[in-house]
C-alpha cells in the first residue's frame, strides 16, 4: 500500500531474450494501480546500470529493478503475495478489464402506433417483419443447457424464458435480450421480468414496424441504458425491404462508428448486419470511455487492489536493506553508472527521444517547428507533443520503409525523415549535440523495422534529354538504362522514388512528374532501395476487422433529448 499511489500490485517475469543462447534475459514487468491504465513493459537486465555486479544466478533482484525504472515507488510498502488462488484470480480480473468479448444488446419492439417504453414491454409477440428482423440478426437458440455466453439468463429453469437469440460478429459473443422472448406478465403494465435484463444493458436496439410514432429515449426510464440505436423498417416481406437507422446516445459518451450519411437506406443483407452489430459494440466500448463508467470501473479496481494488499499478503518484504544504497566515492561510483552500451534498443517496449517536427510542406520556408517525444517501440512509431500531450503522428513499424539521417552540422540542426507506407515522410532534428540521439533512432528503426536507409541520386539526362530510368505510379523503378548516369549513381531496378527534386513523390501527379523530369534545371531524387532479395518495400495494411471504419459526411448521430428518427 504506497502512501501515494495507494494499492499496487506488481508482476515479473524473467526470460531468455530469444536467439541469445542464455547469455541475455528480458525481465518482463506488469504495475497494476487504481488508474484504469495497466503499465506494461520490458527491460533487457544488461541495460540497467551495474547489472552486472548486482546479478544472482535468478537474475537481477527486483528490487534493483524497480530503483532503476520506477523510483518514485515507495519499495518499503511491497510484500510478496501469498499463494492463494485468490490472488491469481484477482490479478487476472484485472489485466482482463476492458478486454471483454462478451456483449449483451437489449431488443425492443415497437409495432405501429407505439413510441412509450410500457407499449413496447408489453407487446406479446411479434409481427413478421420484426421476425424477419430477428432472422438476419443472429440465430434462435434453446436456453436450457446452453453451455455459451448467457448474458444473465437462465439455462436450467426457463425462467428468463425458453429461447433467445445469439450469434457471433469477429471476436465477439453477442447475446440479445429481445423484449418478445422475454417471460410476459398478464395484467403487469412494467413487465419487470422483461426491464430487468433491457433496462441494464447500455446498448438498446429499437425496432420500429411502419406507422410506429417518433423514438425519443426520454420515455425510457433507465439510468443504465445509454445508446439506443433505433432501426425502422420499410416495404417489410418483399424483394424491397430496406432499413433506415439513427442513433441517440447520453452526452458524455464519445462519437463511434461506423458513420453513415444522413438518410442512408440499408437493403436487407448480411453487409447491413454487420454494419449494425459493429455499431452496437462500438456503442458499449465507447460508453466505457465515459466518465460515469470509468468512474465505477476506477472504484471497483481499487477495491480490488485494496482486498489484495491487505489480506492477501505475507510478510516478506522486497528486500530488506534500505531503499537507497550509500554512494561511494571515486572511479567504484564511476562504474556503477555504466550499463551495457546499446542494450536497451533491443527492448520490446517504446523507447523515447525530444525532438522537434518540422511541420512545414516539402521543405518549405516558414514552418512550424513542434517540440515533441518521439517513441519507437517493436510495434509502432508516435510522435506526442510535449506541451498538450496529443498523439501528432503514429504508424506501426511494418509500414516504415525507409528514413534518411543528416547527422552533420548544418542549419536546422541533425535531422531525420522517415519514409512510411506510399512513401509520405515526417521530418524530425535535434539540436547539434544531439547528434547521437539520431544515430539511436537509425538503430532503432534497423530492429523494429523493415525498412533501410534512402539515398541521394543526380542523374544527367542523356543526349535525347532522358533521365535513363522509368518509375511506375508508385515510383518503383521498372526501367533502367545500362550504363547511364543514374545506374552509375546507385540507382536499382525496383528502388523506390519517395522525393523528386525536393517533393514528396506521393503528393505529385503524373503530369507534375513528368514536368520536373524533363524541364528541371537538375534532376535530384530520394530512392529507397529494394529488399536484399530485390523486391520492392512495401507497407502491408493488415486489415482489422470490427467497428471503427464507415462513410464520412454528416451523419444522423443525436444526443439524449433529440428526436433524431427517420
Known sequence: ???????????????????????????????????????????????????????????????????FIMPELNLHCLRLASNSPKVRDTLLKLDEQGLNFQRKVGVMYCRAGQSSEEDMYNNESSGQAFEEFLDLLGERVRLKGWEKYRAQLDNKTDSTGTHSLYTRYQDYEIMFHVSTMLPYTANNTQQLLRKRHIGNDIVTIVFQEPGALPFTPKSIRSHFQHVFIIVQVHEPCTDKTY?????????????????????????????????????????????????????????????????????????TPIDSSTKFPLLSLGGKRKDKLKGAKGAELHSAGALVWAVIVNCGDD?????????????????????????????????????????????????????????????????????????????????????????????????????????????????FVTELQRFCYAESGGLQLWARVVRLCGHSLVHLSPEERTRLLRTAHKIHITVIPPDENGKPRRWVRLQRGGGGGGGGGSTNEGMFGSTDTE
Open 1 to 67: 500500500m504506497d502512501d501515494r499511489l495507494g494499492p499496487v500490485a506488481i508482476s515479473f517475469r524473467r526470460e531468455e531474450k530469444e536467439g541469445s543462447s542464455g547469455a541475455q534475459y528480458n525481465c518482463r514487468i506488469i504495475f497494476r494501480t487504481t488508474e484504469l491504465k495497466t503499465l506494461r513493459g520490458s527491460i533487457l537486465e544488461e541495460s540497467v546500470p551495474s547489472a552486472a555486479r548486482h546479478t544472482t544466478p535468478r537474475g537481477l533482484s527486483p528490487k534493483r529493478l524497480l530503483e
Open 363 to 475: 521543405g518549405e520556408a516558414g514552418e512550424l517547428r513542434l517540440p515533441c517525444l518521439l517513441g519507437v517501440s517493436a510495434e509502432s512509431v508516435v510522435l506526442i507533443e510535449r506541451c498538450t500531450r496529443r498523439v501528432v503522428f503514429n504508424c506501426s513499424c511494418r509500414d516504415v520503409i525507409g528514413w534518411k539521417a543528416v547527422t552533420e552540422t548544418k542549419e536546422g540542426g541533425p535531422c531525420l525523415d522517415i519514409f512510411y507506407e506510399r512513401g509520405e515522410s515526417v521530418s524530425i532534428s535535434v539540436m547539434e549535440s544531439q547528434a547521437e540521439d539520431i544515430r539511436e533512432v537509425v538503430q532503432r528503426l534497423e530492429l523494429v523495422t523493415r525498412g533501410c536507409e534512402a539515398f541521394e541520386v543526380t542523374p544527367l539526362r542523356d543526349g535525347v534529354g532522358q533521365p535513363g530510368f522509368l518509375m511506375n505510379e508508385e515510383g
Open 243 to 315: 432499413y433506415r437507422v439513427a442513433v441517440t446516445r447520453s452526452k458524455d459518451i464519445p462519437l463511434f462508428g461506423p458513420l453513415f450519411p444522413k438518410g442512408a437506406r440499408f437493403p436487407r443483407s448480411l453487409a447491413f448486419r454487420d454494419f449494425l452489430l459493429a455499431k452496437a459494440v462500438n456503442a458499449e466500448n465507447a460508453a466505457e470511455k465515459s466518465e460515469k463508467f470509468r468512474s465505477m470501473a476506477t472504484r471497483t479496481r481499487q477495491e480490488y487492489l485494496k482486498d489484495l494488499a491487505e489480506n492477501y499478503v505475507t510478510t
